[in-house]
């Protein structure tokens, strides 16, 4: 429910917003990464990009570098995570031998995990 709630009254709003900003940034702009190119180069009449394609684009791109950071942060959470569950196998298994093995097993009270000094 409370994923209905938030589609409807942010993300449609929010999409429309997009829509209206790509609408109105239509124009063309002249891109280039030579900080050093003349200001005449910028200028001159060539093939342009109209500006909401360059803003999605950027966005894009943060989106992109920011998923790869999560997963590479995330990484050692997955290392003790796959740890963990193959020690719960193992010990599943365990569980399962002793479980069938014909000798009678005896209880164990908490003097036997007391630590001896």
């Known amino acids: 429910m409370i994923r209905r709630i938030v589609g409807w009254f942010v993300l449609v709003p929010l999409c429309a917003a997009v829509i209206i900003f790509a ?27 109209p ?22 942060a995330q990484a050692p959470h997955r290392r003790d995570e796959r740890h963990f569950k193959r020690e719960t196998e193992r010990l599943h298994r365990e569980l399962e031998v002793a479980r069938r093995s014909p000798e009678p097993h005896t209880a164990l009270g908490a003097e036997d995990f007391a630590h001896t000094s």
């Open 51 to 72: 500006l909401f394609l360059i803003l999605f684009a950027v966005l894009l791109f943060g989106v992109l570098l920011g998923g790869i950071a999560t997963w590479f």
């Open 23 to 49: 609408l109105a940034n239509r124009q063309l702009v002249v891109v280039n990464f030579n900080p050093f190119a003349p200001v005449e180069a910028l200028t001159s009449p060539g093939v342009g990009v």
